[in-house]
């Protein structure tokens, strides 16, 4: 119940879009997904190639050829997408 009171201290933009959970400050544990631009836990990731699912956890997009990531990241960029935008550096 104390929990509850004190709030959060990270932002909700730190969780997870699938599970909700925070994500972890180790950016090892979490992967950048091309296709959507989101970043997901290594956890959603590995519980969707256990059920056989080989698409973008998030979006289910197939997962975007080489040549293909840099022209949809450089569309969210200009879409305003920060994230991408820092990913493109």
Known sequence: LVLMKKGRSRSE????PICSLPLPLDRKQSTFMMCCTTLVCNGCIVAAEKRGMDLCPFCRAPKPKMSQTV???EKRVDAGDPLAMWHLG
């Not at 933009?13 to 997870?16: H, L, N, V």
């Open 71 to 73: 022209s949809m990241i």
């Open 13 to 16: 933009e730190d969780d997870c």
